[in-house]
């Protein structure tokens, strides 16, 4: 929101020595934050109202003219190619030194003295565009015309043009529980109270009901307008005024310039006299149009699909949720929202009806949000507003009728419904709680100072040092309600940073253990430090091209109901779809591409945490990714494999290997594996099919993994446990032998074990298919140990281990030692 | 005689010394100093001295023994420095060279690293690292933090709703911040109380170099008797002094967040400038990392815990943000975009 400096000044007198900076840093520590400042002269520095004396065609250049130009004390030459330059013309000159938007189109530029085709040109003369006027009124290649401005050759233009405003930006969030803040009063007295600077009191004229005038206003009396309030609750006070003579038209530049400064557009003397009372009290107001609506406001309910066109040129459908004004038989307003289009004041209106009310903070949200569309009007509204501005801002509405539209009267009387007043927020306390909370020894007379700065009434409770704090009606209507607000209030005011730092003093209990996070953080540096893979985030959502790519079903999927970009509607029940995308954009660039997440995914048919209502929400547990291609590798599982079991086994899990049970459609068949653990799946190890990566565009082999770790977390891990070093030498040998290729060798392995009680281990070292092998065969050989606790083994014991580890292998498994 | 053990002690010096091969030094020794080698030998010729000569000459001997010895010694030393020198030489490796085929070096995201970090900072003080569901429902994320359905603080953050979730008795969202672990914090573990909370938030905003939809955040709360502002003040002072170093101050301003009453904005003095400000803090010398307050009684009573009792402040950190500023990373799709020339410079 914008706030004028001079609309400021208007009400609080600030001491000279507070600089612009110094005035947006108090209101950013204590109030709200100023986001930006901008001084509106610095713009137009280097600028002034020139006044063309002489003109005169440029003597290279058909479009250009020379002129001499009047810059106040002296004339200089000015290069000008606008077509409608003439003598006698008041002009905007940028002098060398300021900075301008040539033709209005790219950067600043800053202006030095130049020559334009050989003739000598001390700055330039301007169009809107080109000093930052948006709504200029002349023509293309023409130049501003100022001749109408009753003011002297050598004015700074900012000046000229009532542009030496000092705007501050305040940040919107912001103001979202300060309402009291949106309007210029209302901040005129936060900064009085933070400067304790006086505050000029917001006394519109009043009405005088003995006369039935305001004074020095022409005025009639007649039946004027009648309101009828049906919905109290939602309406707690509704103020109207007949005014009858208007004439509609522009107006003046100062009220131009202040609502220019708030960055709103001037539309006519009547639209702005309620956009200036809003920006002025931050109430909102309106004007309809009296020959359209008639005498008689009635507020309401709307109906059942009832509809009306806005001033937004929009036509809305509303429902029984939603307040109307109405003119006793359709709308002329959404409540507190927008206006109708159809009893909006045009050029031909000469009566008007002034609606100043208060409207329920939450209905005029629900309509607006329901509706979508939002209005400086249902902005403020929706933050709760002060009823008891309704009537200083009718007053102030009809006091600037009188400025802008002298030959208009008000005809009385005024139309009042003043249903629910709010009560007043008083709150008990004292000066121990506001100590206490804030950990900072305030006197006692300073808290009650600042209090009473900010509008607030303290009075003290008999006999205790207690209070009795009562809420300035601006405040009380939703932000200042318990103690807390108030403590708020002081420590604000009194400075955050005057208020000193402690640390707490706690018990040396030491915090509960999440063992699924803990895993989840060693796997990270498992895989990360360990085996060189790299951690990438990915989205939570996903597309449903790349799911069904996967052959992965999208309506199995939780799905957004509001998808910012409708290309990522769905919630990842897998890590890898999106894994694998990352897969798809980096293998081109990198040989090497070993990626792995660890997040959570989402599953809409199994229940999770509870939801705080009596029921639960989907299942989100974490689950571990990891994605590995290297260009040329043709069996990336085997790697991948190697690199799980690692991970699994540093953990202390007592992993294996078996034939997927169920492999998903994009895996393929021969390369896909479930990962036990104590011989329960608890993720899956697979390639991908050829046909699915090409799918993804990746255009090599790729080898995915996927475990549930929360799943792993719950699961029991093998701690080490001694056992005595062997006294007597381990015997090694090597067996090697040939057997079919689709015996498993966790098969041949537990074979090799029973064979006898002397085994001590047994590690692969070679396999080997091809050439020199029959074709469907493998070649295998292991390293095995044998050891005996009792005694060394001799060589006949350790041969007769052998050939019965041989006789098992060929019995059982058809294996032949290796020729 | 005596000249003859003279002349063989010259003899064996004078060889030695030109002798840089070690195995040559020894075939030298043996030949002249081994059991039949030439001083033995001129030893034996001692037996056929008499008596007063035989102890002059025996005197010579043992000098010339001794001394041979010692330029054996000597020889055998300047060989071995000689031979490792040729070692150096001949074996040399250019220890610049990397070695070829070792396993490439993989990378923990950024957020990972700075979350880890601060989860060690937190659990070292006594907090309890807690998590929960990034799918949440309304209640949890809002209108238990004091954010009824119709509260325009709403506006704050667009949410995303998510459908089909059938278990749930109301609106599920994804969770807007991780201050919804708040009331199931105080739910889980009751009081005295400090926990943090890092995570993973979502909102419905378009994304370009500033936004994402998809961000981290800290959040954190101390609850227990007689926490006070001046509390919040010294432990999230402790933070900054950890993120930015000892000199970094904290600057408070008021911001209105729901859920906190007083509610405040932190900012840290600018590391980069030092407070003198400069481009990355936007010539203010602070830089915004945290909001912070001291926790709403509605709350407090929301998760089960007495605010006439107890109090408590809570605060949160973008996560996201402090990555960017500590790497100096200027696009924030960077960090969800799985960019291996991105994620490879951690």
């Known amino acids: ?819 | 005689m005596k000249d003859q053990f003279e002349q063989l002690k010259d003899d064996v010096i004078a060889a030695a010394t030109k002798i840089a091969d070690r195995d040559a030094l020894e075939r030298l020794r043996v030949e002249f100093l081994g059991r039949k080698g030439k001083l033995a030998e001129l030893m034996k010729g001692m037996a056929t001295l008499a008596g007063e000569e035989r102890k002059l000459i025996g005197a010579v001997a043992n000098e010339v023994k001794s001394a041979v010895e010692a330029a054996f010694v000597e020889a055998e030393k300047k060989a071995e420095r000689g031979e490792r020198y040729e070692r150096g030489e001949t074996e040399r490796v250019d220890v610049t060279e990397p070695a070829i085929g070792s396993r490439p070096r993989g990378h923990l995201h950024p957020v990972t690293q700075v979350r880890e970090d601060l989860e060690d900072l937190f659990t070292s003080m006594g907090f309890i690292v807690a998590d929960g569901p990034e799918l949440e429902s309304d209640y949890f994320n809002f209108t238990a933090l004091n954010i009824p359905p119709t509260h325009p603080a709403r506006d704050m953050q667009d949410t995303f709703y998510v459908e089909g979730a059938h278990g749930s008795n109301g609106e599920v969202v994804m969770r807007t911040h991780t201050s919804s672990q708040q009331i199931r914090a105080m739910r889980a573990y009751g009081t005295p109380l400090r926990t943090v909370t890092p995570g993973r938030c979502f909102r419905n905003e378009a994304t370009d170099v500033r936004h994402e939809h998809t961000f981290h955040q800290l959040d954190g709360m101390v609850v227990d008797k007689g926490i006070s502002f001046a509390h919040m003040k010294g432990v999230l002072g402790i933070v900054a002094k950890h993120l930015y170093g000892p000199e970094t101050k904290i600057r408070l301003r008021p911001k209105f967040y729901p859920f906190v009453e007083p509610g405040v904005n932190g900012e840290v003095t600018c590391y980069l400038c030092k407070g003198e400000g400069c481009r990355l803090c936007k010539k203010s010398g602070w830089l915004e990392v945290f909001g912070a307050g001291m926790i709403h009684p509605n709350v407090l009573r929301e998760g089960g815990v007495d605010p006439g009792v107890y109090s408590g402040f809570a605060f949160g950190f973008g996560l996201t943000r402090l990555v960017m500023l500590k790497y100096g990373i200027d696009d924030i799709r960077h960090l969800e975009g799985g960019d291996l020339r991105f994620l490879n410079q951690f």
């Not at chain 1, 986001?35 to 020139?50: D, L, R, Y």
């Not at chain 1, 004074?215 to 309406?235: A, H, Q």
């Not at chain 1, 939002?374 to 009188?402: G, H, I, T, W, Y």
């Not at chain 1, 090697?736 to 002397?758: C, K, N, Q, T």
Request: aromatic fraction near 6%; include cysteine.
């Open chain 1, 1 to 819: 929101m914008l706030i004028s400096k001079q609309w400021l000044s208007e009400f609080v007198k600030l001491p000279p020595e507070v600089s612009d900076a110094d005035l947006a840093k108090t209101v950013t520590l204590s109030t709200v934050e100023v986001e930006k400042t901008i001084n509106q002269a610095a713009a137009m520095e280097h600028m002034v109202v020139g006044l063309v004396v002489a003109v005169l065609p440029h003597p290279n250049a058909d479009r250009l003219h020379v002129c001499q130009v009047d810059v106040g004390g002296r004339v200089t030459q000015i290069v000008c190619g606008g077509i409608n330059v003439v003598e006698g013309m008041k002009v905007a000159v940028a002098l060398p030194g300021s900075r301008v938007r040539w033709h209005g189109e790219g950067e600043l530029v800053e202006l030095a003295k130049t020559k334009i085709r050989g003739e000598e040109s001390e700055g330039m003369i301007c169009a809107g565009a080109e000093i930052g006027i948006e709504k200029s009124d002349e023509g293309e290649h023409e130049i501003m015309d100022l001749s109408a401005l009753d003011v002297t050759a050598g004015t700074p233009l900012a000046e000229a043009l009532g542009r030496d405003d000092v705007v501050f930006d305040i940040e919107h969030k912001s103001l979202t529980n300060r309402p009291d803040l949106m309007g210029h009063y209302g901040m005129a007295r936060e900064i009085a109270a933070l400067y304790r600077a006086p505050l000029k009191a917001y006394a519109p004229s009043q009405f005088d009901p003995k006369k039935n005038t305001l004074k020095g206003f022409g005025s009639s009396s007649g039946p004027g307008v009648s309101v009828l309030v049906d919905e109290p609750e939602l309406c707690p006070r509704y103020v109207a005024v007949l005014v009858e003579g208007i004439t509609v038209g522009p107006s003046p530049a100062w009220v131009r310039n202040r609502l220019l400064s708030c960055g709103v557009r001037s539309i006519n003397n009547v639209v702005d006299i309620t956009n200036f009372v809003m920006l002025e009290l931050g109430q909102p107001m309106h004007a309809f149009d009296a020959d359209v609506v008639g005498e008689k406001i009635i507020v309401r309910r709307a109906k059942k699909r009832e509809k009306i066109a806005c001033l937004d040129d929009a036509t809305y459908e509303l429902g029984t949720d939603d307040l109307v004004v109405t003119d006793g038989k359709k709308p002329i307003a959404i409540a507190g929202v927008m206006g109708g289009k159809e009893s909006g004041v045009t050029d031909a209106t000469t009566r008007i009806v002034f609606e100043s009310a208060n409207f329920n903070p939450v209905s005029v949200r629900k309509t607006s949000v329901r509706l979508a569309l939002r209005s400086e009007s249902s902005a403020r509204f929706e933050k709760s507003l002060d009823p008891n501005q309704c009537d200083l801002a009718m007053r102030r509405a009809v006091e600037l009728v009188r400025r802008l539209c002298p030959e208009a009267r008000v005809v009385f009387p005024v139309a009042e419904v003043y249903s629910r007043a709010f009560p007043t927020v008083k709150i008990e306390m004292g000066p121990e709680d506001i100590r206490r909370n804030l950990g900072a020894d305030i006197p006692e007379e300073e808290m009650k100072d600042i209090l009473r700065r900010l509008g607030f009434d303290i009075l003290d409770i008999r006999k205790t040092s207690r209070w009795t704090v009562i809420v300035p009606t601006w405040r009380a209507t939703k932000d200042v309600t318990i103690k807390e607000d108030v403590i708020e209030e002081v420590a604000r005011i009194w400075g955050y940073d005057r208020i000193p730092s402690a640390l707490p003093v706690f018990s040396i209990a030491p915090p509960p253990e999440d063992v699924a996070r803990d895993l989840a953080r060693r796997l990270r540096h498992a895989l990360a430090i360990g085996h060189g893979a790299t951690e990438a985030y990915r989205y939570a959502f996903v597309a449903p091209e790349t799911l069904t790519a996967l052959g992965f079903d999208p309506a199995e999927h939780l799905r957004l109901a509001n998808p910012l970009a409708a290309d990522r509607p769905y919630l990842v029940r897998s890590l890898l779809p999106n894994l694998l995308e990352a897969v798809a954009e980096n293998h081109r660039a990198f040989e090497s591409v070993s990626l792995f997440e660890i997040d959570r995914v989402f599953l809409g048919d199994a229940k999770g945490d509870e939801d705080g209502q009596g029921g639960t929400l989907p299942a989100q547990p974490y689950h571990a990714a990891i994605a590995y291609s290297i260009a040329g590798d043709e069996r990336p599982f085997v790697a991948l494999r190697g690199m799980v079991e690692a991970i699994l086994f540093r953990e202390g899990f007592g992993v294996s290997f078996g034939p997927a049970t169920h492999p998903a459609h994009c895996m393929h068949s021969g390369r896909s594996a479930d990962i036990l653990v104590d011989g329960k799946k608890c993720g899956m190890l697979a390639e991908l099919t050829p046909e699915a990566s090409m799918a993804l565009g990746i255009d090599r082999r790729v080898a995915v993994a996927e475990l549930n770790v929360s799943d792993l977390a719950s699961r029991p891990r093998a701690t080490a446990s001694f056992a005595p070093i062997p006294q007597f030498p381990d015997a090694k040998r090597d067996l090697a032998f040939v057997v079919s290729d689709r015996v498993a060798y966790a098969d041949i392995e537990s074979a090799i074990r029973g064979a006898s009680p002397l085994l001590a281990s047994v590690e692969l070292f070679d396999v080997y298919r091809g050439k020199g092998v029959e074709e469907g065969k493998k070649s295998i050989a292991v390293h095995i140990t044998l050891r005996s606790t009792g005694k060394t083994l001799s060589s006949d014991e350790v041969e007769a281990a052998l050939v019965d580890a041989r006789s098992i292998l060929f019995k059982r498994l058809g294996a032949v030692p290796r020729a």
